[in-house]
């Protein structure tokens, strides 16, 4: 069990194998912000790069998009999915959530199609933003004195 209060501090990742998006968000505001991509050989390790974005924001609870079929079944890249988070939940010693993030690229997609110039770094960070901040409006968040106690 994993307590969440009004000071844990979340980093949303939409994990993919060429790139990885980030979002962050806190419990307090309950809003989710992309703060970019991390792509597979132009941004060194993937470790590294997480490292330093939690030190930064003093991360204290992970939560990774789970890539499920439509119809909610595994698919290969859910089992690699759930092979990182394990590997980043060992790594960095803080609790992973896996939520479910069927249809977030889509929905990243629509809402960037208003934007001019759009990467895919963008529509990864976006998506990560979208299964951050869906998670976070899921959770009932209490107060510091009354924290809740969830299952990773």
Do not use: C
Not at 33 to 61: M, N, P, W, Y
Request: avoid cysteine; proline fraction near 3%.
């Amino acid at each position: 069990m994993t307590a969440i209060n009004t000071t844990s501090v979340f980093l949303g990742l939409d994990y993919g194998l060429r790139r990885i998006g980030l979002a962050a968000g806190d419990a307090t505001n309950k809003l989710a912000f992309a703060v970019g991509a991390h792509v597979e050989g132009r941004d060194g390790s993937i470790l590294k790069f997480l490292q330093k974005i939690i030190d930064e924001r003093k991360v204290t609870h992970l939560v990774i998009g789970l890539p499920l079929q439509t119809d909610g079944s595994d698919g290969d890249i859910t089992q690699k999915t759930r092979r990182f988070a394990k590997r980043i939940e060992e790594e960095f010693s803080l609790p992973v959530f896996l939520w479910d993030e069927r249809y977030t690229s889509q929905e990243a997609d629509h809402w960037l199609k208003t934007k001019r110039k759009k990467s895919k770094e963008d529509r990864d960070a976006l998506a990560a933003e979208i299964i951050l901040q869906s998670f976070l409006e899921s959770h009932h968040i209490p107060g510091k004195t009354n924290d809740v106690e969830m299952d990773p």
